[in-house]
């Protein structure tokens, strides 16, 4: 099959922006996510950094960021789209597995079967600073907590089972206790006792998804639904995951300046310029390998660009079936991706 | 204290509250939703200063297991109302937030979110938790001394708030706090919004509720209404002036219930039958087991109620936290004699206990009994709780709110576009 999912990052580079000049607005991730359904993206994402400031190291540069909370963001333009898949990035260091798994379930109510999560471990000691925390922990333990938090997130969706809430006004019972369950989790970084608060997702859960920076991200990215990651980094990281996980390239594009009909775009360490022909051939040929599934776009200027690769690149990408839009049997975001339509319940026997 | 001529505020809160008010057929599916937007719509049209949101962080249990009777189950409030905040223009946005297993960051910035996609229009209800309980969800479990909720909930709101007046009119600036219970800093980056920092609810009813309230809050959210709550309002008012803050700063608004009709008996008859479904015969045998402390399934729900004692030492596996057998002794004794007095069955005296004091009567008399109040200075305004949602507030809109406006006693029009306006307070920086 030679379709491609394609994705777009709708917060913006910190080095896009200029100093005096506030994060993304809402109504530019609106906008946005709103132009990515009109063009047939499968999904947008949204990153978060959560102070001003990143640390230095190369390669930590965060991609993108929201000043605004994502989870909040793709809740906010839920009601303005209808099939487009919402991811949202959240920075688990620092929080409580109860409270994430409760916000997510909640994007996916209110998105209908849309809701997706980016999981993002903390390597700051700023950011620990912003929770007071004082424990200045290591690395690896802090993604060895950032699984355990993966875990329990998703124990909580599951503790509710499809169909929970019966509301039998006949013999007065609202919720068919049989099928809330508790968690009783008690791990290294974790005690949680369930259940959850909030009825079962409808996608069950919410598509995960990691972004490869470096092999200590492979222990979550083996229970995630969706990696990103930069093309030459995640080309070859399909024998360490589950079968059915989407490989998401990073395509960065950054067209400003080019005169009318010109691409340009970075994947894989080269950078390329063509017209929008040479643009589709790129990616046709990237996803007939097989090493990846697709393509997450992120713009230089996601305000401009955007709209130039709705309105040029698209229709070119429509004739050669490399995306499609939202067809009429699609019930959830999993299901644009490929999975079965919800995902199984670990706590029903 | 006469305040003739002055406008009421007006709030809904969105009903979630174990109750068997489910039963109604014309109650929605509260995951979905199109029952929440139902529901904001309406009370948008009715003016309504703010949509207010409760927290159960726990589904609540009975002998041991989850209660099956009682609406249960919520979303995330400030997740789904930032979803409302699209589809609503006006209305002020108000989750509850508990203080205790929540961090300031956090809160900070998902509030400021809400604020920022609403134009101005989040609020917040602090509440605090104390009990091990609901500890058992989160990292720290159940660690807060009782003493000490209130202590933590003042330095959440501080907190908080020096994190919003940190930023400045060009971008975030340094923030930090220092206190018992939190030693953060660090940058905000979430924009401001044109009302500066959102107002603050609170609803503890207890001496250090009251304290924080006067001293914190700008709503207060009571449970006092009658003569009761003309003696809330006093003490809080007086409290109130002892921090320095002015009256009309923080704005008394206790929960009440309603029942319309176009005659007051037709309207009695709609209060009944609301409290029918409230209290179903399932609940109202729960509810008295929990002073029983036994099973009392086989005792018919509409029959009288049992004439044996409660159970002095019940198992506390399958009754945690049950009262002291005195207080239940006393308590079931208190009960017989009034459900012998007044003839009532076991369903009748449950819904006798749980009523409250709602407001009955045609359109017009109940606009004139809530003038009155307001009027006579026993609050500032009401958070309206309907039966059921997304329809149970079209009524009170569309016939009351006129009624109201037409005493004069009621805006016809939203004048401001924060949440801060609407409640009559300038922007706080």
Same mark, same amino acid.
């Given at each position: 099959?030679?379709?491609?999912?394609?994705?777009?990052?709708?917060?913006?580079?910190?080095?896009?922006?200029?100093?005096?000049?506030?994060?993304?607005?809402?109504?530019?991730?609106?906008?946005?996510?709103?132009?990515?359904?009109?063009?047939?993206?499968?999904?947008?994402?949204?990153?978060?950094?959560?102070?001003?400031?990143?640390?230095?190291?190369?390669?930590?540069?965060?991609?993108?960021?929201?000043?605004?909370?994502?989870?909040?963001?793709?809740?906010?333009?839920?009601?303005?789209?209808?099939?487009?898949?919402?991811?949202?990035?959240?920075?688990?260091?620092?929080?409580?597995?109860?409270?994430?798994?409760?916000?997510?379930?909640?994007?996916?109510?209110?998105?209908?079967?849309?809701?997706?999560?980016?999981?993002?471990?903390?390597?700051?000691?700023?950011?620990?600073?912003?929770?007071?925390?004082?424990?200045?922990?290591?690395?690896?333990?802090?993604?060895?907590?950032?699984?355990?938090?993966?875990?329990?997130?998703?124990?909580?969706?599951?503790?509710?089972?499809?169909?929970?809430?019966?509301?039998?006004?006949?013999?007065?019972?609202?919720?068919?206790?049989?099928?809330?369950?508790?968690?009783?989790?008690?791990?290294?970084?974790?005690?949680?006792?369930?259940?959850?608060?909030?009825?079962?997702?409808?996608?069950?859960?919410?598509?995960?998804?990691? $972004?490869?920076?470096?092999?200590?991200?492979?222990?979550?990215?083996?229970?995630?639904?969706?990696?990103?990651?930069?093309?030459?980094?995640?080309?070859?990281?399909?024998? $360490?995951?589950?079968?059915?996980?989407?490989?998401?390239?990073?395509?960065?594009?950054?067209?400003?300046?080019?005169?009318?009909?010109?691409?340009?775009?970075?994947?894989?360490?080269?950078?390329?310029?063509?017209?929008?022909?040479?643009?589709?051939?790129?990616?046709?040929?990237?996803?007939?390998?097989?090493?990846?599934?697709?393509?997450?776009?992120?713009?230089?200027?996601?305000?401009?660009?955007?709209?130039?690769?709705?309105?040029?690149?698209?229709?070119?990408?429509?004739?050669?079936?490399?995306?499609?839009?939202?067809?009429?049997?699609?019930?959830?975001?999993?299901?644009?991706?490929?999975?079965?339509?919800?995902?199984?319940?670990?706590?029903?026997? | 204290?006469?305040?003739?001529?002055?406008?009421?505020?007006?709030?809904?809160?969105?009903?979630?509250?174990?109750?068997?008010?489910?039963?109604?057929?014309?109650?929605?599916?509260?995951?979905?939703?199109?029952?929440?937007?139902?529901?904001?719509?309406?009370?948008?049209?009715?003016?309504?200063?703010?949509?207010?949101?409760?927290?159960?962080?726990?589904?609540?249990?009975?002998?041991?297991?989850?209660?099956?009777?009682?609406?249960?189950?919520?979303?995330?409030?400030?997740?789904?109302?930032?979803?409302?905040?699209?589809?609503?223009?006006?209305?002020?946005?108000?989750?509850?937030?508990?203080?205790?297993?929540?961090?300031?960051?956090?809160?900070?910035?998902?509030?400021?979110?809400?604020?920022?996609?609403?134009?101005?229009?989040?609020?917040?209800?602090?509440?605090?938790?104390?009990?091990?309980?609901?500890?058992?969800?989160?990292?720290?479990?159940?660690?807060?001394?009782?003493?000490?909720?209130?202590?933590?909930?003042?330095?959440?709101?501080?907190?908080?708030?020096?994190?919003?007046?940190?930023?400045?009119?060009?971008?975030?600036?340094?923030?930090?706090?220092?206190?018992?219970?939190?030693?953060?800093?660090?940058?905000?980056?979430?924009?401001?919004?044109?009302?500066?920092?959102?107002?603050?609810?609170?609803?503890?009813?207890?001496?250090?509720?009251?304290?924080?309230?006067?001293?914190?809050?700008?709503?207060?959210?009571?449970?006092?209404?009658?003569?009761?709550?003309?003696?809330?309002?006093?003490?809080?008012?007086?409290?109130?002036?002892?921090?320095?803050?002015?009256?009309?700063?923080?704005?008394?608004?206790?929960?009440?219930?309603?029942?319309?009709?176009?005659?007051?008996?037709?309207?009695?008859?709609?209060?009944?039958?609301?409290?029918?479904?409230?209290?179903?015969?399932?609940?109202?045998?729960?509810?008295?087991?929990?002073?029983?402390?036994?099973?009392?399934?086989?005792?018919?729900?509409?029959?009288?109620?049992?004439?044996?004692?409660?159970?002095?030492?019940?198992?506390?596996?399958?009754?945690?936290?049950?009262?002291?057998?005195?207080?239940?002794?006393?308590?079931?004794?208190?009960?017989?004699?009034?459900?012998?007095?007044?003839?009532?069955?076991?369903?009748?005296?449950?819904?006798?206990?749980?009523?409250?004091?709602?407001?009955?009567?045609?359109?017009?008399?109940?606009?004139?009994?809530?003038?009155?109040?307001?009027?006579?200075?026993?609050?500032?305004?009401?958070?309206?709780?309907?039966?059921?949602?997304?329809?149970?507030?079209?009524?009170?809109?569309?016939?009351?709110?006129?009624?109201?406006?037409?005493?004069?006693?009621?805006?016809?029009?939203?004048?401001?576009?924060?949440?801060?306006?609407?409640?009559?307070?300038?922007?706080?920086?």
């Amino acid at each position: 099959m030679n379709h491609v999912f394609l994705g777009v990052e709708i917060g913006e580079p910190e080095s896009a922006r200029p100093a005096a000049r506030p994060g993304p607005a809402a109504s530019d991730c609106a906008r946005a996510a709103k132009l990515a359904e009109r063009g047939s993206l499968a999904f947008v994402t949204l990153g978060e950094v959560l102070t001003s400031r990143s640390d230095s190291a190369p390669g930590r540069q965060p991609l993108c960021q929201s000043r605004l909370n994502p989870v909040a963001t793709l809740a906010h333009v839920a009601p303005q789209t209808t099939s487009i898949g919402l991811v949202a990035t959240a920075t688990v260091s620092y929080l409580e597995p109860f409270h994430v798994s409760k916000a997510l379930a909640t994007l996916d109510h209110v998105s209908s079967g849309r809701a997706g999560w980016c999981v993002q471990v903390s390597r700051s000691a700023e950011e620990a600073q912003l929770f007071g925390d004082r424990s200045a922990r290591d690395l690896p333990s802090r993604y060895e907590e950032a699984v355990e938090f993966v875990e329990v997130v998703s124990r909580l969706w599951d503790s509710w089972e499809d169909g929970a809430e019966i509301r039998d006004a006949a013999t007065g019972r609202f919720l068919d206790r049989a099928r809330i369950r508790a968690v009783n989790h008690q791990g290294r970084y974790f005690q949680v006792k369930g259940p959850g608060i909030v009825p079962r997702p409808p996608q069950g859960h919410p598509v995960t998804a990691v $972004r490869i920076t470096s092999d200590e991200d492979l222990p979550l990215a083996a229970r995630a639904d969706m990696v990103f990651g930069r093309l030459e980094r995640i080309a070859g990281t399909r024998p $360490r995951l589950r079968g059915e996980t989407r490989i998401i390239a990073d395509l960065f594009v950054d067209c400003r300046g080019l005169p009318a009909g010109q691409w340009a775009w970075e994947a894989g360490g080269a950078a390329q310029i063509g017209d929008v022909r040479a643009f589709a051939d790129f990616l046709e040929a990237r996803a007939r390998t097989g090493l990846v599934d697709g393509f997450r776009l992120v713009f230089a200027d996601v305000t401009t660009e955007l709209s130039r690769f709705v309105d040029e690149a698209v229709p070119e990408l429509r004739t050669r079936r490399l995306v499609s839009p939202w067809g009429p049997g699609c019930r959830s975001f999993r299901e644009r991706l490929g999975l079965p339509h919800t995902a199984p319940n670990s706590l029903v026997p | 204290m006469s305040t003739t001529g002055k406008a009421m505020h007006l709030a809904a809160l969105f009903p979630s509250n174990q109750s068997a008010g489910w039963r109604d057929p014309r109650s929605g599916d509260h995951s979905d939703f199109a029952t929440f937007t139902g529901l904001a719509r309406t009370a948008e049209r009715g003016l309504f200063d703010f949509f207010l949101l409760a927290d159960y962080p726990r589904l609540t249990e009975h002998r041991g297991a989850v209660s099956e009777v009682g609406t249960a189950g919520e979303l995330d409030q400030i997740t789904v109302l930032s979803a409302l905040s699209t589809v609503t223009e006006r209305i002020g946005l108000v989750p509850t937030v508990n203080a205790t297993f929540n961090e300031p960051f956090d809160v900070a910035r998902r509030l400021a979110s809400l604020d920022h996609f609403s134009n101005g229009r989040s609020g917040w209800n602090v509440v605090t938790t104390s009990n091990a309980w609901t500890g058992e969800n989160f990292r720290r479990g159940g660690y807060l001394p009782h003493a000490d909720r209130y202590q933590r909930a003042a330095e959440f709101v501080c907190a908080a708030r020096t994190m919003w007046r940190s930023r400045a009119a060009d971008g975030p600036g340094l923030f930090q706090h220092d206190g018992p219970q939190f030693r953060i800093s660090g940058h905000f980056t979430v924009p401001a919004g044109p009302q500066g920092c959102p107002p603050t609810i609170q609803a503890g009813d207890s001496e250090q509720g009251r304290e924080f309230a006067a001293s914190h809050a700008d709503v207060v959210y009571s449970r006092h209404r009658g003569r009761a709550g003309h003696a809330f309002a006093a003490d809080i008012r007086s409290r109130t002036a002892r921090q320095g803050r002015g009256a009309d700063q923080v704005k008394i608004m206790p929960g009440v219930s309603f029942a319309l009709g176009d005659t007051d008996e037709e309207a009695r008859d709609n209060a009944r039958a609301a409290q029918e479904l409230a209290i179903s015969p399932q609940l109202a045998i729960c509810y008295l087991e929990r002073t029983w402390g036994r099973d009392l399934s086989s005792h018919d729900p509409d029959g009288p109620l049992p004439d044996t004692d409660p159970e002095r030492a019940p198992d506390p596996s399958e009754w945690p936290g049950i009262a002291a057998a005195e207080a239940r002794s006393a308590r079931a004794q208190k009960w017989r004699s009034y459900a012998a007095q007044h003839g009532l069955g076991i369903r009748q005296l449950v819904m006798k206990l749980t009523g409250g004091k709602p407001f009955v009567g045609t359109p017009a008399r109940v606009a004139q009994q809530m003038t009155d109040y307001v009027r006579s200075g026993g609050a500032d305004g009401f958070v309206l709780v309907p039966g059921y949602a997304p329809g149970g507030l079209d009524e009170f809109v569309d016939r009351v709110v006129p009624e109201l406006q037409e005493r004069g006693s009621y805006r016809t029009a939203y004048t401001g576009e924060t949440l801060r306006d609407h409640l009559g307070q300038s922007t706080q920086s």
